[in-house]
């Protein structure tokens, strides 16, 4: 079938992405050989908004059917990063490289060390994508550390039982000023107890104002452990699309004072409980750490998939 690409036009091919990606997770059985819609989300309103701050037009291209039918996407997320979002229906080698070729193009871009490079992602067992990758030039990265693993835990597994936290509170993220606190938390959580950081994501509160901003936002699903003097030790917020009954969680971090007390597994156990009531199937999370994929380990179990990237260098 001949598809023609074009450049991202607006907010309407947002939503119009957001269904596709929808699609495409259930006829790929739920895995994430495409992103989860809330990974989108999360994108499109929090990352490139306040951190990346790419133009859509320059670097997000959609393939369509004659009948203008979404059947791929290509879309950074850091900078110099490539992910191909295909449907199933319309894969085929052809469409795979002329979607790496199109990245080359406009999404490759200065590593630390000023090299030019492109970083294309693949789950691990793509060996037709691994086979294109091969034949343009590209190199698996083979640190463990920049391995992306999705753990999977599906809602019919029973959830493990995590007794109550002395000193702390497991619920929903509250009002008022405890989402300054939320704010303050996330600084320390990622950015190993950087006060300054903390700091200024507590003054200006706007970005979070941004992910509760997003379609699949929901508070009753932003998980917080609330020490008892008031401040968030831990935090976990799950995104639940109802469509794919699926769920992602983004992020996840525990405050480094607040750090082995179990409050990881805590903030996790309680999301995916919530999960359960509501009816979702499947519940993903990432992780490429030691210490994260070990926790996801602990609360998820053995069943996950491996996104690796690729790299290609422009000399």
Same mark, same amino acid.
């Given at each position: 079938m001949k598809l023609s690409m074009r450049p991202y036009h607006g907010e309407e091919d947002y939503w119009r992405m957001r269904q596709f990606l929808r699609e495409v997770m259930l006829l790929n059985n739920l895995h994430q050989y495409s992103w989860h819609v809330a990974r989108l989300d999360y994108w499109w309103w929090f990352a490139n908004t306040d951190i990346e701050k790419f133009d859509l037009t320059q670097v997000v291209s959609l393939w369509e059917?004659?009948? %203008?039918?979404? +059947? +791929? $996407? &290509?879309?950074?997320?850091? #900078?110099?990063? +490539?992910? &191909?979002q295909i449907h199933p229906?319309?894969?085929?080698?052809? &469409?795979?490289?002329?979607? $790496?070729?199109k990245a080359e193009e406009h !999404? =490759?871009?200065?590593? &630390?060390? %000023? #090299?030019m490079r492109v970083l294309v992602? *693949?789950? *691990? =067992?793509?060996?037709? /994508?691994? =086979?294109? !990758?091969? /034949? !343009? %030039?590209?190199? =698996? $990265?083979? #640190?463990?550390?920049t391995n992306e693993i999705v753990h999977l835990f599906s809602l019919e597994n029973e959830i493990p039982f995590i007794r109550p936290l002395e000193g702390y509170a497991i619920r929903a993220l509250g009002h008022g000023l405890e989402l300054l606190e939320r704010c303050y938390a996330s600084g320390l959580g990622f950015h190993n107890d950087d006060i300054h950081t903390a700091r200024e994501n507590r003054d200006d509160p706007s970005w979070y104002h941004h992910i509760q901003s997003a379609p699949l936002y929901r508070r009753d699903l932003d998980i917080v452990a609330v020490a008892d003097d008031g401040s968030i030790a831990a935090f976990c917020t799950v995104w639940f699309d109802d469509v794919t009954r699926t769920a992602y969680f983004e992020p996840v971090a525990t405050v480094p004072k607040h750090q082995r007390h179990g409050l990881g597994k805590a903030v996790l156990t309680e999301g995916l409980r919530r999960l359960k009531m509501m009816g979702a199937k499947l519940a993903t999370v990432g992780g490429y750490s030691d210490a994260a994929n070990g926790l996801y380990f602990s609360v998820f179990g053995k069943e996950h998939d491996i996104i690796q990237p690729w790299e290609k260098f422009f000399d």
């Open positions: 059917t004659e009948t %203008g039918k979404i +059947a +791929a $996407v &290509l879309n950074p997320e850091g #900078r110099g990063q +490539a992910y &191909l229906k319309y894969r085929t080698p052809e &469409l795979e490289e002329e979607m $790496v070729i !999404l =490759k871009h200065p590593n &630390l060390e %000023g #090299r992602f *693949s789950d *691990s =067992k793509d060996t037709m /994508r691994h =086979k294109i !990758l091969n /034949r !343009l %030039g590209y190199q =698996k $990265v083979d #640190r463990p550390e």
